[in-house]
């Protein structure tokens, strides 16, 4: 089983000038699976995640051998 890590929020996402988020690698989270070049507005839930309030905040990851990012969770504060 591969094993949980802590990712920084900007080493997985970016972060495009209209303030909205892309992902850098594929990630998955609740089941769905995003690839880059994927836009994440603000206000709007992606599997059923509004990234845009976790912004900044570590993720809990398991980089999994497919190579997808499972995200299973954010860290309050950094």
């Known amino acids: 089983m591969d094993e949980q890590k802590r990712d920084k ?4 996402f970016q972060e495009l ?8 690698v594929q990630v998955e989270i609740n089941g769905v ?5 994927i836009v994440f507005q603000k206000g709007v839930a992606f599997g059923g995640v509004d990234f845009s309030l976790y912004k900044y905040f570590d ?9 997808v990012l499972k995200i299973v969770g ?3 504060g950094t």
């Open 17 to 24: 000038p209209d303030g909205s988020l892309s992902p850098k």
């Open 33 to 37: 699976t995003f690839s880059p070049g």
């Open 74 to 76: 954010f860290y309050k």
């Open 59 to 67: 993720i809990a990851t398991i980089h999994q051998q497919n190579g």
């Open 9 to 12: 929020f900007l080493d997985i």
